[in-house]
């Protein structure tokens, strides 16, 4: 798994790519939760996620109830179909918000 | 192992035995897919398959061997009929079936979801007896989608 961090129209886009699985999901982990500590918003980009598992799915379920207990916003964009699948079994398609594309989150 | 060892004509299409890590996992889930693909799987049919053997084998780090570095699992895939059979072989001490099941969806927390995506995933998942020697071994059966007919 990869990462890039960058700012756009005030918020943070996370934007993970490659494999997010049991071996770097602690990093995901670390990533998210502290971003979200920062008290900004986050947008976590999945756009070049060729695969997640559940404790990828889990890092951000960790990230989306923290931002949540601080009032501050958590969005998923633009999840690969292999990325949506999971949420959608996982039937958290319904927790999240997941915009289609970046400009529809900002 | 003890017993004859007859000829076996369902030998497996793919035996491998690696370290219980997760640094594993990328090359066993390459490994499945190929496999699942060249039985006639469709991208997405594969994809599941893929799934359920990464979390079967995550519970099995995680929860079978807790996290113990030194562990192994047997992964085999067997064809029967127009299934794939997949099953999961480890040394760990026998883990209790009725404590390995899907969590309720609508507590939405963050752990828990993996035996769920392995019912999602694939048309059934059983433990099967104890095998010889010790250890748990899991089977899971998916029926072989090809998506369309190619001819």
Redesign the interface.
Known sequence: MKHTVREEAGVVVAALSG?V???SSPRARELLLGLVRDGRSVLVDLSGVG?I???G???L??AF?LARRAGTGFALVSPTP?AL??LQ????DR?FTIHATLADAL | MSGPRAPEPGAPLLRHRFPAR??E??SV?EAVRREALGQGCAPECA?DI??AV??AC?NI??HAYAGRGDGEIVLEIERAGEDLVVSLRDFAPPVDPSRVRPRD?DD????G??T??IR??MDGADFAPAPPGGGNLLRMRKRISSGQEKR
Request: one cysteine or more; charged letters at 30%.
């Open positions: 494999d699985d049991l071996e695969y598992d559940s404790s799915v889990a890092s379920i960790e109830q292999s699948r999971v079994l996982a039937r958290l927790v | 997760a640094v996992l990328r889930r994809a893929v799934m990464d979390e995550q780090i995680r969806l939405v927390r963050p752990g979801l993996g769920h995506l999602e995933c």
